[in-house]
């Protein structure tokens, strides 16, 4: 495993609509341990593959000692808003307040290929939306508000 760099605002390759993964392969499956020590290197709770230059509709999250990799993640439904501040390891020292839906289901593969749904609520629905966000070319700072350099304004802040 190793510890990736991390694409940070004005690189393009975070900008762009990501692709299906079409193969679960050991480059896929390696990419997954990649990333998710990199998160685990830099203390954030979610991570996906263009913030590492990869291009692919994957993420890793893990909010409560739990780790989900997800492979082609889509959210299926949404329930209900929620304010609360959040950060990027791709715009660091940047903190800012993001209305999310309060509670999702996702529905993604895993690395055995299984295909699974979960519901989410709380950090941990927040963190995937986050995620996806960046799948497709998305950035925290293009929809936040009360955007805030150095330290977050909320005692509630999590790095994704
Ligand atoms: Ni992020």
């Known amino acids: 495993m190793a510890v990736l760099e991390i694409k940070t605002a004005g690189d393009p390759v975070l900008k ?12 896929v499956k390696k990419l997954l341990d990649d990333m998710a ?12 593959a263009p913030q590492v ?4 509709r994957i993420i890793v999250v893990d909010v409560e000692n739990k780790r989900y990799d997800m492979i082609n993640p889509e959210i299926i439904y949404r329930e209900g808003s929620a304010i609360d501040a959040e950060g990027c390891l ?9 209305e999310r839906a309060e509670k999702i289901r996702v529905k993604f593969t895993t690395r055995y290929h299984k295909d699974k749904e979960i519901d989410a ?11 996806v966000d960046h799948l497709n070319g998305r950035l925290f700072i293009d929809i936040a508000k009360n955007i805030t350099r150095g330290k977050p304004n909320r005692e509630t802040e999590q790095v994704k």
Request: charged share 25%; proline share 2%; with cysteine.
């Open 16 to 27: 762009q609509t990501c692709a299906k993964v079409e193969k679960i392969d050991k480059r």
């Open 37 to 48: 020590e990199t998160m685990y290197a830099t203390e954030g709770i979610g991570i996906a």
């Open 90 to 98: 791709s715009c660091p020292n940047l903190f800012g307040d993001v």
């Open 53 to 56: 230059g990869v291009s692919l």
């Open 121 to 131: 609520e709380g950090l941990l629905a927040r963190c995937i939306q986050h995620e």
